[in-house]
């Protein structure tokens, strides 16, 4: 193997090692945000009730003490099933009947929401905060008894309307409607009977207590906030949250940011989302605060206060997202060009108000201009092939034939590079062990043959953006979560099931958990077959004069076998699909170079034992 081959595979390994160290050490800067800057519904210094229980509220409904039962509106829809709790108006309870916990039969569908009482709650709430004159017990609040105003069960084109007279002349109505998909409509409106104007502001929020069960806390994907305040992601992790600036005025870790005309926010885990998204084109104010006392996380949408005449109805309506990310429904409600939206399985609803930046909810990183079309792409595909494990590797095939050209250039590169291997051979002998003229000579040679010896370095540094790429796809998109290829590879966002230690299930006893150590030993047959086509590829060239570069690069193969062997197994899919296109290219090119790799003559000589190298007499230089 001469140097050119050595310096690709050692740049492919540092390249690896150096972007995983960047993103431990160096995570994308959080913006940043003034602690004091005004909030839109606090006007008149009127914010949501302590629904989370906060330090001054020990009796919130919030708090640690079960929550009271509640009389239930059922939820059913094509794609969601649960309820809505008339105690307070909250939607606490929902499950997606699409997706389920495991890959296995019987498995129990995923539950988002909970309702407060239990462990995990997480819900939604909307109401009112009193201005003016109000107080607390005048507006509808967490234990506000609403009644059914009319309809029976929520599903699409079966809005409910609930109600609840304050007895001072108000009369507060929520009407809530639902989609076939995620999307939840909801409609505040009061009604002013009395004979004084009266003040006050529209609210949303959802709260969490404590951190989500299933939290992988893992550098790859976000988990926790989601925020698009005029175009402004801001993604905020449940642990900085609890260390955000303590609001003066509401005696809690908050972030309280102004949004002009259009936004939304709320919790993102790593399949699943729930959102606030207020009217569009309405100012309010996006907060996000954390109550340490009761371990709750809080995302508020609050709106600017309204005033009501009497004999005056006011209305304002905010929407709700909570089900799983999916590129073509989040797209959909971002309402992309109708085209493009097609092209790649999504429908358009024209009754659809625009969600801007919805599609970012998706956390797609850093490299999020190669992500998000080969997302794209790889949708396509599956949605053509119906696979997504040959949907990977036709997508493979795709991106090697866009980097073709360049590959090209490398690979004839690297040939005329063996083409040199004689002269310099002849050049080592020439000046032996001076070093700084071997190197004055080499570049003498490449200058006169016209041969770049970094062009073969090309083709490594763009497949090492899109092999990232593709691992944050397969590993954050919902669409690959229990996705399988064939036989036993039901899921290709986990691992490979099978195993050495049961011989890929011959034997009759179940493989090493994964992440355990002894997963790590016995691996299974595709991290194998990464391993042997890794191995063939290095076998195209001869191996190092140098016994020790000899051994690295022997070893290399199956060092990276192990290392990826914990992988998604789509992932490792798309490497041994990319290693075998490229073997094949390589191969092409150096024959058509007039040079004939003596694949199994290499094969060979890396199986004898190198005798040691000859160490040097200085007595005869003297």
């Given at each position: 193997?001469?140097?050119?081959?050595?310096?690709?595979?050692?740049?492919?390994?540092?390249?690896?090692?150096?972007i995983?160290?960047?993103?431990?050490?160096?995570?994308?800067?959080?913006?940043?945000?003034?602690?004091?800057?005004?909030?839109?519904?606090?006007?008149?210094?009127?914010?949501?009730?302590?629904?989370?229980?906060?330090?001054a509220?020990?009796?919130?409904?919030?708090?640690?003490e079960?929550?009271?039962?509640?009389?239930?509106?059922?939820?059913?829809?094509?794609?969601?099933?649960?309820?809505?709790a008339?105690t307070?108006?909250?939607?606490?309870?929902?499950?997606?009947?699409?997706y389920?916990q495991?890959?296995?039969p019987?498995?129990?569908?995923?539950?988002?929401?909970?309702?407060?009482?239990?462990?995990?709650?997480y819900?939604?709430?909307?109401?009112w905060?009193p201005?003016?004159?109000?107080?607390?017990?005048?507006?509808?609040g967490?234990?506000t008894?609403?009644?059914?105003?009319?309809?029976?069960?929520?599903?699409?084109?079966?809005?409910?309307?609930?109600?609840?007279?304050?007895?001072?002349?108000l009369?507060?109505?929520?009407?809530?409607?639902?989609?076939?998909d995620?999307?939840?409509?909801?409609?505040?409106?009061?009604?002013?009977?009395?004979?004084?104007?009266?003040?006050?502001?529209p609210?949303?929020?959802?709260?969490?207590?404590?951190?989500?069960?299933?939290?992988?806390?893992?550098?790859?994907?976000?988990?926790?906030?989601?925020?698009m305040?005029?175009?402004?992601?801001?993604?905020?992790k449940?642990?900085?949250?609890k260390?955000?600036?303590?609001?003066?005025?509401?005696?809690?870790?908050?972030?309280?940011?102004?949004?002009?005309?259009?936004?939304?926010l709320?919790?993102?885990?790593?399949?699943?989302?729930?959102?606030?998204i207020?009217?569009?084109?309405?100012?309010?104010?996006?907060?996000?605060?954390?109550?340490?006392?009761r371990?709750?996380f809080q995302?508020?949408?609050?709106?600017?206060p309204?005033?009501?005449?009497?004999?005056?109805?006011?209305?304002?309506?905010s929407?709700?997202?909570?089900?799983?990310?999916?590129?073509?429904?989040i797209?959909?409600?971002?309402?992309?060009?109708?085209?493009?939206?097609?092209?790649?399985?999504?429908?358009?609803?024209?009754?659809?108000?625009?969600?801007?930046?919805?599609?970012?909810?998706?956390?797609?990183?850093?490299?999020?201009?190669?992500?998000?079309?080969?997302?794209?792409?790889?949708?396509?595909?599956?949605a053509?092939?119906?696979?997504?494990?040959?949907?990977?590797?036709?997508?493979?095939?795709?991106?090697?034939?866009?980097?073709?050209?360049?590959?090209?250039?490398?690979?004839?590169?690297?040939?005329?590079?063996?083409?040199?291997?004689?002269e310099?051979?002849?050049?080592?002998?020439?000046v032996?062990?001076?070093?700084?003229?071997?190197?004055?000579?080499m570049?003498k040679?490449y200058?006169?043959?016209?041969?770049?010896?970094?062009?073969?370095?090309?083709?490594?540094?763009?497949?090492i953006?899109?092999?990232?790429?593709?691992?944050?796809?397969?590993?954050?998109t919902?669409?690959?979560?229990?996705?399988p290829?064939?036989?036993?590879?039901?899921?290709l966002?986990?691992?490979?099931?099978?195993?050495v230690?049961?011989?890929?299930?011959l034997?009759?006893?179940?493989?090493?958990a994964?992440?355990?150590?002894?997963?790590?030993?016995?691996?299974?047959?595709?991290?194998?077959?990464l391993?042997i086509?890794?191995?063939?590829?290095?076998?195209?060239?001869?191996?190092?004069?140098?016994?020790?570069?000899?051994?690295?690069?022997?070893?290399?193969?199956?060092?990276?076998?192990?290392?990826?062997?914990?992988f998604a197994?789509?992932?490792v899919?798309?490497?041994?699909?990319?290693?075998?296109i490229?073997?094949?290219?390589?191969?092409?090119?150096?024959?058509?170079?007039g040079?004939?790799?003596?694949?199994?003559?290499?094969i060979?000589?890396?199986?004898?034992?190198r005798?040691?190298?000859?160490?040097?007499?200085?007595?005869?230089?003297?």
């Open positions: 193997m001469d140097d050119q081959n050595k310096n690709l595979i050692l740049a492919t390994a540092l390249s690896f090692l150096v995983l160290v960047w993103f431990v050490l160096f995570p994308p800067p959080e913006p940043v945000v003034d602690p004091n800057a005004p909030v839109a519904a606090q006007v008149e210094g009127t914010a949501p009730p302590a629904v989370a229980g906060g330090e509220a020990a009796a919130a409904p919030g708090s640690a079960p929550a009271p039962e509640s009389a239930r509106l059922k939820v059913d829809t094509p794609r969601l099933v649960g309820s809505v008339l307070g108006g909250r939607l606490d309870d929902l499950s997606l009947k699409d389920r495991t890959i296995e019987g498995s129990d569908i995923v539950r988002l929401l909970r309702p407060m009482g239990g462990a995990n709650a819900y939604a709430m909307f109401g905060a201005g003016g004159a109000l107080a607390q017990e005048d507006v509808p967490p234990n008894p609403w009644a059914v105003e009319s309809g029976e069960v929520l599903a699409p084109g079966a809005p409910v309307v609930l109600v609840w007279d304050n007895g001072k002349g009369t507060f109505r929520r009407k809530i409607a639902v989609d076939a995620y999307m939840f409509t909801v409609t505040q409106s009061v009604t002013n009977a009395g004979t004084e104007t009266e003040r006050m502001a609210y949303g929020l959802v709260a969490r207590h404590g951190v989500p069960p299933d939290l992988e806390n893992f550098f790859i994907s976000h988990e926790g906030t989601i925020q305040a005029d175009g402004i992601l801001r993604e905020t449940y642990k900085d949250l260390e955000e600036p303590v609001s003066p005025t509401e005696g809690v870790p908050m972030v309280s940011v102004d949004v002009a005309a259009n936004g939304w709320g919790f993102g885990d790593k399949y699943w989302m729930t959102t606030l207020p009217q569009a084109g309405q100012p309010f104010a996006a907060v996000q605060k954390y109550f340490p006392a371990d709750v995302a508020e949408a609050r709106m600017a309204v005033s009501v005449a009497p004999g005056e109805t006011v209305q304002v309506e929407r709700l997202f909570a089900g799983a990310k999916e590129w073509a429904t797209r959909n409600y971002e309402n992309a060009p109708g085209f493009v939206a097609r092209l790649f399985g999504a429908t358009v609803d024209p009754a659809v108000v625009p969600v801007p930046g919805f599609i970012d909810a998706i956390d797609w990183g850093w490299f999020f201009f190669l992500t998000k079309p080969i997302f794209a792409l790889l949708h396509w595909l599956h053509v092939i119906g696979n997504m494990g040959w949907a990977i590797i036709a997508l493979t095939f795709i991106l090697k034939a866009l980097v073709l050209p360049l590959a090209y250039k490398s690979y004839v590169s690297m040939a005329r590079m063996k083409e040199l291997q004689p310099m051979e002849a050049l080592k002998e020439r032996g062990d001076d070093r700084q003229k071997m190197q004055m000579e570049m040679l200058r006169d043959k016209k041969v770049n010896p970094a062009a073969g370095c090309l083709p490594i540094l763009i497949q953006p899109i092999f990232f790429s593709l691992y944050k796809v397969i590993f954050v919902i669409e690959l979560r229990h996705a290829f064939f036989g036993v590879f039901r899921d966002s986990m691992p490979d099931p099978t195993s230690f049961n011989l890929f299930g034997l009759p006893w179940a493989p090493p994964h992440g355990s150590l002894l997963a790590l030993i016995f691996i299974g047959i595709l991290p194998i077959l391993g086509s890794m191995w063939l590829q290095q076998k195209l060239n001869p191996a190092p004069a140098d016994p020790v570069q000899a051994q690295i690069f022997a070893w290399m193969p199956w060092v990276f076998m192990f290392i990826l062997g914990g197994s789509g992932l899919i798309y490497w041994i699909t990319n290693n075998i490229t073997f094949v290219q390589q191969y092409a090119i150096m024959r058509s170079h040079h004939k790799p003596d694949i199994f003559g290499n060979k000589s890396g199986l004898k034992r005798p040691p190298a000859p160490v040097a007499d200085k007595s005869k230089k003297k």
